[in-house]
Each structure stands twice: as structure tokens, then as C-alpha cells.
């Protein structure tokens, strides 16, 4: 059985870029103290694209609840919930 390539943390915390310094490092030295081979098949599937369709999928998910929250059907969802009552939605 081949060795598995060398554990690169840097490499595998990725978008540690966006986070502040102290953060950055800490999720490094998280990823460093994780098992190898647990650690390997994450780091590919971040290469594969996973992580750039979760978030499209996660900027679409916020439109679409941006734009409910402006529906007269979330007033009500919110208004029946602070009464205690079962919402009557109208579809608009």
C-alpha cells in the first residue's frame, strides 16, 4: 500500500484566507491535529467543486428567503406564531 501524499494544513484550510489571522490559524492547526486519512478525501472533494456549488446554492437560498420575507405570508406565518394560532397563508 503507498503512503498517502504529505498533510499540507495551509492547503487544506481552504478559504482561510477570508478569515482573520488568529482564526486562519487555529482552523490550520485543527486540520493538522486530524487524522490524515480522514482529512485527504475532504481536501479532494473541496478540490472537485463541492464547495463553490454549495455556495451558489447557499447565495440562491438567501434571494429566494429575501425575497419571501417581503410576502404578505411570512407577515402572517410571523404574526400567527407570536399569537399561537395556526397560520391562514394566502399564497401571496
Known amino acids: 500500500m503507498p503512503?498517502?501524499?504529505?498533510y499540507d494544513p495551509v492547503q487544506a484550510s481552504a478559504g482561510a484566507a477570508e478569515l482573520p489571522e488568529p482564526a486562519a490559524q487555529a482552523l490550520a492547526l485543527e486540520i493538522a491535529q486530524s487524522a490524515p486519512?480522514?482529512?485527504?478525501?475532504?481536501r479532494e472533494t473541496l478540490r472537485r467543486g463541492l464547495a463553490d456549488a454549495i455556495e451558489a446554492s447557499t447565495e440562491r437560498e438567501l434571494v429566494e428567503q429575501e425575497w419571501h420575507r417581503r410576502t404578505a405570508d411570512f407577515k402572517e406565518g410571523v404574526k400567527a406564531m407570536a399569537?399561537?394560532?395556526l397560520p391562514e397563508f394566502k399564497g401571496r
Open 83 to 85: 399569537e399561537r394560532r
Open 3 to 6: 503512503n498517502p501524499a504529505p
Open 37 to 42: 486519512l480522514a482529512v485527504m478525501p475532504a
